[in-house]
């Protein structure tokens, strides 16, 4: 395990140390009024998640298909060190010792040096555009497969749940690192140190603590990426076929994109990625509020002219589509470790609830409001939905294609940290075949996308399953696990009854969506694909 703080994080995994393959901070010119402005950008924050040494130009971290959307995107490699130690009050210390242990006097939060750290304000702006992405989009789909009842309290108690799992994580992570006596530590890190100190035949289960979280990792990130596929040639597909007159496959859109992708895929530094992803952000926020305004503009349905609830089958789905849109796992840690006051993120009022309960609320909302209107005719993506006779329309559905073109880069670069940087790299000794290979790993992470989008081009479906399958692990079951192994003297009623709950929802979600999902996806190829 690498020492964060002060010290240069390493890999994922925390197992193998990254070549330096990235330019830096000596090497870049002075940052501009542009660069200086989004201070607090992906390389800034999500160094600290450990994906490469603090000091290179770090791709964004990711779990969610929105969380690489963090941010301006703008990779910012001049670094300066700022102290991020954080005075705490009477409160706040009976906090830390009860987290900590009564024999502990290391607090974490006083020995953090954090790089360009950020505010409360920064933080939150941050949660906020890690957690409304692309899966915005697919809620009226979610809530025309639970019912619009169970889809607004389903949504609630979802969000309530995923809230709580990062609370506990948070939590976890904190006390670890005062007992380990480290500044801070990443999600795979947090993982490991729990189970090296929890009992029973746990402490042997730690060395692979780190590969199973970046298995899942790899696996939700693929899986967001044949999302982006799909929804771009979708997309594409609806704005050309309108035009041209003709029904065009939307796997032939794929194949004319596949290319750009490719090459998209070839940047090594997403620093020259950067004027484009806050491009994309503002077209993004741009395409949803014109979806909005298409949703009301003629007025809405009466609720009753909707059903209340879905089928049993349907639920899964459900579940799998909310927890895919809500879930921003992977940008909470380093989020909360970038902040200039840490302390701040937890509590009733904290960061992260206040943030949670805009998210959840907005999520409510479009589910609701886009279902109203669009009912059981309510696409994988709601902007399918729009009428493509219009222009207005046709233009929102390119803007967020491009959006999302552009942000598959993002998304793509943690699989190939993941894949490349950890697990292969490392057993390529000639430095002239280093970059070829690194390009073959690039181009056929791109194919793999591809050919799994093409197999079963079903939008709701990839959301669902990958959702269901990683998120349920990733979001709940792993956080609960954490904090059994974590405080493992405390088997109080209250708690066990509490985490078994957990446990049990999140393998309960996992099980019967991936099920369902895979059912869907198996029939959905077969039926385009009879022989």
């Given at each position: 395990m690498c020492e964060l703080g002060s010290k240069p994080a390493m890999a994922l995994c925390t197992h193998t140390p990254v070549p330096s393959t990235y330019p830096s901070a000596s090497s870049v010119p002075p940052a501009g009024p542009f660069e200086s402005f989004v201070d607090t950008s992906f390389v800034?924050?999500?160094?600290?998640?450990?994906?490469?040494?603090?000091?290179?130009?770090?791709?964004?971290?990711?779990?969610?298909?929105?969380?690489?959307?963090?941010?301006?995107?703008?990779?910012?490699?001049?670094?300066v060190s700022v102290s991020s130690k954080v005075p705490l009050d009477a409160g706040n210390q009976q906090l830390v010792q009860s987290e900590l242990g009564?024999?502990?006097?290391?607090?974490?939060?006083?020995?953090?040096?954090?790089?360009?750290?950020?505010?409360?304000?920064?933080?939150?702006?941050?949660?906020?555009?890690?957690?409304l992405g692309t899966g915005i989009l697919a809620m009226?789909?979610?809530?025309?497969?639970?019912?619009?009842?169970?889809?607004?309290?389903?949504?609630?108690?979802?969000?309530?749940?995923?809230?709580?799992?990062?609370?506990?994580?948070?939590?976890?992570?904190?006390?670890?690192?005062?007992?380990?006596?480290?500044?801070?530590?990443?999600?795979?890190q947090t993982f490991e140190e729990a189970l090296r100190q929890g009992p029973g035949i746990l402490p042997k289960l730690a060395p692979y603590a780190g590969h199973f979280v970046n298995l899942f990792l790899f696996i939700y990130q693929t899986g967001t990426c044949c999302v982006y596929v799909?929804?771009?040639?979708?997309?594409?597909?609806?704005?050309?076929?309108?035009h041209?007159?003709?029904?065009?496959?939307?796997?032939?859109?794929?194949?004319?994109?596949?290319?750009?992708?490719?090459?998209?895929?070839?940047?090594?530094?997403?620093?020259?990625?950067?004027?484009?992803?806050t491009l994309a952000n503002i077209i993004t926020i741009t395409g949803f509020t014109i979806t909005l305004y298409y949703i009301l503009r003629d007025g809405l349905p009466e609720a009753a002219?909707?059903?209340?609830?879905?089928?049993?089958?349907?639920?899964?789905?459900?579940?799998?589509?909310?927890?895919?849109?809500?879930?921003?796992?992977?940008?909470?840690?380093?989020?909360?470790?970038?902040?200039?006051?840490?302390?701040?993120?937890?509590?009733?009022?904290?960061?992260?609830?206040?943030?949670?309960?805009i998210i959840i609320i907005i999520y409510m909302g479009l589910g609701f409001l886009g279902f109203l209107q669009y009912g059981d005719q309510s696409a994988g993506s709601i902007t399918l939905n729009l009428p493509d006779t219009e222009?207005?329309?046709?233009?929102?559905?390119?803007?967020?294609?491009?959006?999302?073109?552009?942000?598959?880069?993002?998304?793509?670069?943690?699989?190939?940290?993941i894949v490349w940087n950890i697990y292969l790299s490392p057993h390529v000794k000639s430095k002239g075949y280093r970059i070829t290979f690194e390009f073959l790993v690039r181009t056929l992470l791109v194919?793999?996308?591809?050919?799994l989008a093409a197999a079963v081009p079903n939008l709701e479906l990839f959301i669902s399953l990958f959702g269901a399958f990683c998120l349920s692990i990733l979001g709940i079951v792993l956080p609960t696990v954490i904090q059994m192994a974590t405080f493992e003297q405390d088997r109080s009623g209250l708690r066990l009854a509490k985490n078994t709950f957990l446990i049990v929802f999140g393998l309960v979600g996992l099980v019967t969506g991936t099920y369902i999902s895979i059912k869907d996806i198996i029939h959905e190829f077969f039926t385009h694909h009879p022989h």
């Amino acid at each position: 395990m690498c020492e964060l703080g002060s010290k240069p994080a390493m890999a994922l995994c925390t197992h193998t140390p990254v070549p330096s393959t990235y330019p830096s901070a000596s090497s870049v010119p002075p940052a501009g009024p542009f660069e200086s402005f989004v201070d607090t950008s992906f390389v800034r924050i999500m160094s600290r998640v450990g994906a490469l040494p603090e000091g290179k130009s770090n791709p964004a971290f990711a779990t969610s298909p929105s969380s690489a959307e963090l941010g301006s995107a703008v990779i910012n490699v001049h670094l300066v060190s700022v102290s991020s130690k954080v005075p705490l009050d009477a409160g706040n210390q009976q906090l830390v010792q009860s987290e900590l242990g009564p024999n502990s006097h290391y607090d974490p939060y006083q020995h953090r040096d954090v790089r360009h750290p950020t505010n409360n304000t920064e933080t939150m702006l941050h949660l906020l555009k890690g957690s409304l992405g692309t899966g915005i989009l697919a809620m009226p789909n979610a809530f025309k497969n639970a019912g619009w009842i169970i889809g607004l309290f389903g949504t609630l108690f979802i969000g309530i749940i995923c809230t709580y799992c990062i609370h506990m994580l948070v939590t976890c992570a904190y006390a670890l690192s005062g007992r380990k006596k480290v500044a801070s530590l990443n999600y795979p890190q947090t993982f490991e140190e729990a189970l090296r100190q929890g009992p029973g035949i746990l402490p042997k289960l730690a060395p692979y603590a780190g590969h199973f979280v970046n298995l899942f990792l790899f696996i939700y990130q693929t899986g967001t990426c044949c999302v982006y596929v799909v929804f771009v040639a979708s997309n594409i597909q609806s704005v050309v076929n309108y035009h041209t007159q003709v029904n065009t496959d939307v796997q032939i859109f794929m194949l004319y994109i596949l290319l750009p992708l490719i090459l998209l895929n070839y940047v090594r530094n997403l620093k020259y990625l950067a004027p484009f992803s806050t491009l994309a952000n503002i077209i993004t926020i741009t395409g949803f509020t014109i979806t909005l305004y298409y949703i009301l503009r003629d007025g809405l349905p009466e609720a009753a002219d909707r059903h209340m609830f879905g089928t049993l089958e349907g639920i899964p789905l459900f579940f799998g589509t909310v927890l895919f849109a809500l879930e921003a796992i992977g940008v909470i840690m380093p989020l909360e470790n970038n902040m200039k006051t840490p302390v701040s993120f937890g509590g009733a009022t904290g960061v992260l609830n206040r943030s949670m309960v805009i998210i959840i609320i907005i999520y409510m909302g479009l589910g609701f409001l886009g279902f109203l209107q669009y009912g059981d005719q309510s696409a994988g993506s709601i902007t399918l939905n729009l009428p493509d006779t219009e222009i207005l329309a046709q233009s929102v559905q390119l803007m967020l294609a491009l959006a999302i073109f552009i942000t598959y880069a993002l998304q793509c670069y943690v699989s190939i940290e993941i894949v490349w940087n950890i697990y292969l790299s490392p057993h390529v000794k000639s430095k002239g075949y280093r970059i070829t290979f690194e390009f073959l790993v690039r181009t056929l992470l791109v194919l793999l996308t591809f050919l799994l989008a093409a197999a079963v081009p079903n939008l709701e479906l990839f959301i669902s399953l990958f959702g269901a399958f990683c998120l349920s692990i990733l979001g709940i079951v792993l956080p609960t696990v954490i904090q059994m192994a974590t405080f493992e003297q405390d088997r109080s009623g209250l708690r066990l009854a509490k985490n078994t709950f957990l446990i049990v929802f999140g393998l309960v979600g996992l099980v019967t969506g991936t099920y369902i999902s895979i059912k869907d996806i198996i029939h959905e190829f077969f039926t385009h694909h009879p022989h």
